[in-house]
Every structure is written in C-alpha cells, then in structure tokens.
C-alpha cells in the first residue's frame, strides 16, 4: 500500500525565516560567466515586452540572436487561390456534436490555403540585428582571443570583452524596463581608426515556419521590404516597412558619431564613432511610430540597475542549503536564472509564447491553455505587478470568447487557443477541440482574491468568471441515460494524445471543470448576487471520475490506458487533480495514491516535458513525498543549460519557458505551501529559508 509509505515520508525539516536572505549575494552567486557563444541559446536583456538575444561580443555580431517584442508582427499577403483570398472565406468545419452540427475553427481541407494562412498569420518579427562592425574585415569569432562574458542578474547588465590583434574592446549591453531600447557602450582603442564600429541590419518576415528558430526572419529577401535612415545631430532613426507592417528604430549616440547606409542592396548601416573617440555609446529603441527622451547609456544602465534590484528585492524568495549540497545548489541555480529570463520573456502585456522571446515557435503566437504554467508563479511568488501586465487577456479577449461560443451555440465566453494580440485563435483540429483553458481564470482569479480580499477584485473578475463559467455549464452535456453532465465528445484532454470523438469525461477536466464552477458560484455569492442555478446542477452532477480496477483513467471507457505507449506518455494531466488543483469533492485518496503508484510504474517520462515534471513535483509534494517532488525538478528529462534556458529532455527545438515558469511554481508551492498542508515541504535535512510566498489552494 502506497499511502503510508508516502506520508511516512513527509518532511518538514526546514527553518523559517522572514526578510533575513540576502538575496543580492545569493543572485550574484549565479551570475553567467561566459566565453563563447552559444548558437540555441543567447545571453539577453529585456523587459518582459521586449528582449534583445546576444552572443559572445555583447551583440548580434556573429549570431544573428533575435530581437522580439509583444508589438511586432506582420502578415504575409492573402492566398490567390480562387474563393480563398479572404478571411470571410475560411469556413471552418462541422463535426456532430451530441446530435446537432457544431461549427469548429478546425483547418478546412476545402479551404487549405486560407486556412494555413489563418494559423500562420499575423507572425511576430525579428526587428533587427546589431552587431560589432570591424571596419571591413571578414573576423570569425576564432579571431578573438581573452574572451569574457559577465551577465550581472542583480543589475540586468552584460559586460562582454575580448581582444583583436591585440587590442582590447569592452561592451555593455543593457536594456531599459521602460522602453524597447538596447543602450550600448563600446570602449576600444579601435574605434580611435574606425576599425571599429556597428552594424544595424533589419531582416524580412519569415511566416513560412511553425518553429522559426533559433534565428528569426529573412535576410535575403532584400527586394521585398524597404529601411530609410533619417539622421539628426545627436541620432538617427530608420523606419522599416515590411508591407503593411511598418516601425521605427531611433538611434541616439553621445558624441560626433554618424551613420550612413552600407550600401543600397541591402538593410545594412553603419555607426561609426568620431575620430579620436575610444568610446561610443548609443540606445537603439524599437517602437510603432517613434518614442522621446529614452535618456544615454548610462540613464537607461541605471534604470535597469533600479528596476532589476527591485525586481529580485520584491515578492518571495527562497533559499536552498546551496553550500553543502549540491542538488541544492542545481535547483538554486535553476530558480535564479528562471527568475531572470521569466522577467525576460514571460512578462509582457500579452501571455507569453513557448518560446519566449529568444525565438518563435507557432509563429510567435501565444497559447491560452498555457497561460496557468506561464503566469501562475508569478501570484504564487507575490509579483502581482508582472501578473498584472497581460492577466487582462481575459477581458480583453471576453469580446471574442463570446462570439466563439455563440457561434457553437453555447452561452457564455469560450476561451480560444493559439492566439494573437487581437484575440484570433488559430485554426487547429486540437486547438479547437482543448478545453482545460476554461477554467484558468478562476483560478488566478481566486488566487488575487487570497491576496486581495477586496470588492474590487470580485468587480474585476466578475464578468469573465460569469461568462465563463456560462460556457461550462453550457457545454456540459446532460446524458439521458445516465442522468448525469457528461464533458464531450467530441475534446482533447491535457495530453492532446487520444481519439476526440470518444474522448468522454476526462479525469483532469472533471475535476477542473467542478473547481471552476465553484469558484465562480463563491464569487457570486461573495458579491451576494445570485448564482445561476445551472452552475450548480452541473457542478452536483457532473459524471463521476473513470476509474478502472481501481485507479483513475485518462477518460471514461478509455481501453488498457497503462500499456498502450500511447496513453501513458506526454503529459500525465490526471495527476493534476490532487497537487496543481486542491482535494476534489470526490476525490478518494486512497484511489488517487494507487493512480500515482500506477503513473510511477507505467509512465514513459522520457517522453513528458516541461510543465509535466513540475506538476508531478506539485503531486509528491501534496502528498508530503518531498524527496520526489525535488527529484522531478532535477530529472534528466528537466534540463535547463548553463545560460538557465529550459531546453528539456531531447524533443526541445527551442526553449520552453513552460519548464521555466512551471518549476517557480512547484517551488512555490513547496515553500508557501497550501491550505492544510503544515509548512514547507522540502527533503529531510534541507535548510530552506522562504520569505514572501503566496500560499496555494
Ligand atoms: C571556457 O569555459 C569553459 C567552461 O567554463 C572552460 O572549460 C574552458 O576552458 C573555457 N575556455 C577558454 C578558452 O577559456
Ligand atoms: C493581420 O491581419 C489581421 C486580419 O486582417 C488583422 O486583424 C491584424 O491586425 C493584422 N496584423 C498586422 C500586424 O498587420
Ligand atoms: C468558387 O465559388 C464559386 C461560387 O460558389 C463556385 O462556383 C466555384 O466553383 C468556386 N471555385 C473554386 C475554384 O472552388
Ligand atoms: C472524428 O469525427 C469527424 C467527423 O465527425 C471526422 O471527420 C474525424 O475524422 C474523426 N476523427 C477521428 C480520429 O476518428
Ligand atoms: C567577407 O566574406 C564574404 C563571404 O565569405 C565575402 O563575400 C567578402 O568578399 C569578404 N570581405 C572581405 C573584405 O574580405
Ligand atoms: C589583424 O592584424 C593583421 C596583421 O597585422 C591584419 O592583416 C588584419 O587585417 C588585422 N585584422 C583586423 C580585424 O584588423
Ligand atoms: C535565400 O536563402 C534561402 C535559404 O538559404 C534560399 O533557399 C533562397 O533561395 C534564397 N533566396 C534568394 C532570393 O536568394
Ligand atoms: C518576396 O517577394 C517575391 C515577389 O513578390 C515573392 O515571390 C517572394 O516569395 C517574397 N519572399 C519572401 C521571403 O516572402
Ligand atoms: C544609394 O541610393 C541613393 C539614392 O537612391 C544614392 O544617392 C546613393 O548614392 C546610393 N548609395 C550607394 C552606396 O550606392
Ligand atoms: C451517455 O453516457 C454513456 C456512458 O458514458 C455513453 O455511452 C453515451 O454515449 C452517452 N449518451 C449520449 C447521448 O451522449
Ligand atoms: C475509496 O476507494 C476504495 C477502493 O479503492 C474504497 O474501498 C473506499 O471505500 C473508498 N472510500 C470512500 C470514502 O469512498
Ligand atoms: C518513451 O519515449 C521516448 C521519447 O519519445 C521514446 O524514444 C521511447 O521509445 C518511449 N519508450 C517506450 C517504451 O514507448
């Protein structure tokens, strides 16, 4: 029997402390320090909307790293095919949906090319390269010798340096957190001969490629697309206009530095310094239509040195035992670096794609059923300023949720899926078949809640709670036969990984869909409004938990899901009903820990990735197996590299910040705890100082 050996195992062996870290030192601690360049992953700065990927020399010398933002993006022109040219022409398709026709954003075979236009349209661009120029000479990175790279995480500073034929040369690279701007100082004696200076390049939209990595656009398509520099005394901008999509690069420099085209056949310029000058510093800010007063190098350097020490100083922080254990000290490293590149990549005013902005994948769409793995840590850790940035994409987008639904037939606001800032979602068989995204918002929501008991936060909410949880009810549907509310078909469950049309009553979207409903119908009635009664008769009669031979299944009549290698594979989402999510009304615990044994036995985890091992982690630790919990987040499968980028197990093309954002909030978890649990839960023997967590369902 499972049970008792997993409580036996529960550890609470930590010390509490409050306010008494020194985080400075701790983040110093695993600061980078580099001497190479690294062609999948780049050093960066950024502020969350914005990040500038660079390589060994502190920019885009060698490596064309990428330079993305939450505003640009660019559409391909419409297809020519005949009744295709428009997107009125794309019709989407109509499965039988508990006997009548229900109309899915799925692509149409009649419909090819608009349809695939559809999921690749509007893709978001790389809006330039800026690189080191040496004054004609083809230099390889081989060319350079002494090379060293500091990224200072407490200041979001890159200090790079090398020398050339001797001669030294220093780069600072800083991003500022108010404005899309990269500022750069260069220091060297080579500028003095102008064999030193930079190079701005900007490249074309790519929108042929699912994953566009890890370099973005295209740099040979100089015909298609047009760059016109405007110079003043103290700067210069450069407008670049890729059909319909057009925005502005201004370059300010301190000195008598100029710039000229490089020559006309190609998007190139370069910044050269003034004789006599081994100094040259410039900002490049990247914006629509142009912005003012982005300040010098050393202005935006000392905001971002303010902004990132406050960044590390405010919301939670936890402390491993990293001096005398070296699993520690890994998972440390892992917390700091993710902290620092979920700022980078994970912050902005829209949810964040997989990718981040290191690279695209899904043409730089975002996706809503991964906004909990995306978003969730940052109200576990108490950062409800930069959950604040995007977490209104459910307002934002209830205009198009509610015509979603309506549109199916349903009452309420559907949540869409693979999404661009306008709220679109991409035309998929899956995509259009998920529905775990639903219930998110009830849960952040209650999560601000905890922290914020106010009238406010039940106004905030309130419209999209209602409306979703409109949808849910609706979309349950009432079994005659078996008196009871039945979740498809046709869906996808969490695992993406079974037949839609006889997916039925999924273990993870069960419990999810009664969390949601409750949530919604406590929000009513924290606001004394009445709670519309279908929620409740859905939420008291949704269909039981599959179970067979007394574990949980995947979903209700699934055939031998333990030893079909298909099933028991990518993630295991049903284990999310106890950890991820509080105890389920229904929930047998005894049932549950038999499942997880059974997970444990049969699992092929070689073929889990990213969010998949800090949910398991988020399991154990519930059920007090602590040991486990921090296993799974130092697991092979769960690899982040030297740089913290979370490049998984093998079957990662780019980075996958789900892994990222997922572990701070298993970590959370861990340290901030949960309602009934009785503290920390972190292995025997383990020193962990946490101050600052939110404390979970
Ligand atoms: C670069 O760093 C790696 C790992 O830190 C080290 O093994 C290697 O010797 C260094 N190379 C040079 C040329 O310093
Ligand atoms: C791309 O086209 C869609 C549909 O016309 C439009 O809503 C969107 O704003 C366009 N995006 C860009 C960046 O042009
Ligand atoms: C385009 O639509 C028209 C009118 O519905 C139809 O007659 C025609 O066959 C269609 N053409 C193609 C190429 O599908
Ligand atoms: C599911 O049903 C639809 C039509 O209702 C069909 O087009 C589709 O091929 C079916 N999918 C599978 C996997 O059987
Ligand atoms: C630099 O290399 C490119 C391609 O290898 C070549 O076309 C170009 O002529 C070289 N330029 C110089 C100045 O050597
Ligand atoms: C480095 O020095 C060599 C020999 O003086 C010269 O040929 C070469 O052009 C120099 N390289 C650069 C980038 O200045
Ligand atoms: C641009 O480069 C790509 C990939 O290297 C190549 O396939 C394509 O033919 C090139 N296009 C032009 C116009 O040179
Ligand atoms: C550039 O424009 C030409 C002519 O319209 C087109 O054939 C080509 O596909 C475009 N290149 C890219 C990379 O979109
Ligand atoms: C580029 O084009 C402009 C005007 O079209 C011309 O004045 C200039 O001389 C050209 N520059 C080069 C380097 O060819
Ligand atoms: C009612 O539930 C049973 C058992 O899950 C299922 O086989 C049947 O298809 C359902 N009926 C309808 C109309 O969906
Ligand atoms: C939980 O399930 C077990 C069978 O696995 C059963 O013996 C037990 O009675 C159930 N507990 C409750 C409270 O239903
Ligand atoms: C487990 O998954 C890995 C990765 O996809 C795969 O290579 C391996 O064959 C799978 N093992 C089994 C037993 O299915």
């Known amino acids: 029997m499972l049970l008792p050996r997993i409580w036996s195992t529960v550890a609470l062996f930590f010390t509490l402390v409050q306010g008494n870290i020194d985080r400075e030192s701790l983040v110093r601690q695993f600061n980078l320090n580099l001497n190479h360049s690294d062609s999948y992953s780049p050093v960066q700065v950024g502020n969350g909307n914005f990040a500038f990927g660079a390589d060994i020399t502190g920019l885009q010398t060698f490596l064309p790293h990428n330079t993305l933002s939450s505003w640009g993006w660019h559409n391909s022109s419409l297809p020519t095919t005949p009744n295709q040219t428009s997107i009125s022409d794309y019709t989407g398709v109509d499965w039988l949906t508990h006997d009548r ?42 060319a350079l010798s002494h090379k060293e790279q500091i990224v200072d995480l ?70 298609n697309h047009t760059t016109t520099l405007d110079t003043n005394p103290d700067g210069a901008s450069i407008l670049h206009t890729l059909d319909a999509t057009s925005y502005v690069t201004e370059i300010t420099w301190d000195g008598t530095a100029s710039i000229e085209r490089h020559d006309n056949a190609t998007h190139r310029y370069i910044l050269s310094a003034g004789k006599r000058h081994g100094t040259l510093s410039f900002t490049a800010t990247f914006s629509l239509t142009g912005t003012q007063g982005v300040g010098t190098f050393e202005e935006v350097e000392d905001d971002a040195a303010d902004w990132w020490s406050d960044y590390w100083e405010s919301g939670a922080f936890v402390s491993l035992p990293t001096a005398s254990n070296s699993f520690a000290k890994e998972l440390q490293r892992r917390i700091i670096l993710s902290q620092y590149l979920l700022a980078v990549n994970g912050a902005g005013k829209d949810p964040p794609q997989e990718s981040g902005l290191v690279n695209n994948g899904w043409y730089g769409k975002f996706h809503m059923e991964m906004v909990f793995w995306h978003l969730s840590h940052w109200a576990f850790w108490n950062k409800w300023d930069m959950l604040g940035r995007s977490i209104d994409v459910y307002s934002r987008f209830l205009p198009t949720s509610i015509s979603r639904a309506a549109h199916q037939g349903y009452s309420g606001a559907r949540i869409g899926k693979m999404s661009d800032p306008t709220g679109r979602s991409a035309p998929g068989e899956i995509n259009s078949l998920l529905i775990w995204q639903q219930p998110h918002p009830m849960y952040f929501a209650e999560l601000e809640y905890r922290a914020f008991p106010t009238s406010s936060t039940l106004q905030k909410w309130d419209a999209v709670l209602t409306a979703v949880a409109d949808f849910m009810a609706s979309y349950a549907f009432y079994n005659t036969s078996t008196h009871v509310y039945d979740l498809g078909p046709p869906l996808y469950p969490v695992s993406e990984n079974t037949n839609p049309n006889i997916t039925i009553n999924p273990t993870f979207e069960l419990a999810y869909w009664r969390f949601g409903l409750n949530i919604a119908a406590q929000w009513k009635q924290r606001q004394h409004k009445p709670i519309p009664p279908l929620w409740r008769t859905v939420h008291d009669n949704l269909a039981p938990f599959p179970i067979q031979n007394d574990v949980y299944v995947l979903y209700a009549g699934v055939s031998d899901p333990w030893t079909t290698s298909a099933l028991a594979e990518d993630h295991p989402g049903l284990l999310g009903i106890y950890g991820w999510l509080p105890p389920d009304p ?112």
């Open 101 to 142: 026709l229900v109309n899915y954003e799925q692509p149409n075979p009649a419909e090819k090319d608009i349809s695939q236009w559809l999921i690749a349209n509007p893709h978001r661009i790389n809006l330039g390269r800026i690189g080191l120029w040496f004054g004609g000479h083809n230099v390889t990175e081989d």
């Open 586 to 697: 229904r929930l047998n615990l005894s049932t549950f820990t038999a499942t997880l044994d059974k997970v444990y036995t049969s699992w092929n985890f070689t073929y889990s990735y990213g969010w998949d091992f800090p949910l398991l982690a988020m399991t154990a630790a519930r059920v007090g197996d602590a040991e486990r919990a921090v296993s799974w987040l130092l697991g092979p499968d769960f690899a982040f590299d030297g740089l913290g980028m979370p490049v998984g197990g093998a079957r990662v093309a780019t980075p996958y910040f789900p892994a990222s954002a997922g572990l701070l909030t298993a970590v959370g978890m861990m340290t901030g705890g949960w309602d009934g649990s009785e503290g920390m839960v972190w292995p025997e023997g383990w020193v962990v100082e946490g101050e600052g967590f939110a404390r979970g369902m």
């Open 154 to 223: 407490w200041e979001g500073l890159i200090s790079s340096s090398f020398t050339l034929n001797g001669t030294k040369v220093e780069v600072q690279t800083v991003a500022s957190p108010d404005t899309d701007t990269v500022a750069v100082e260069i220091t060297s004696e080579l500028l003095k001969s102008n064999q030193l200076g930079v190079f701005f390049d900007f490249p074309y939209a790519s929108g042929q490629n699912k994953f566009d990595a890890p370099f973005v656009g295209v740099w040979n398509a100089t015909e």
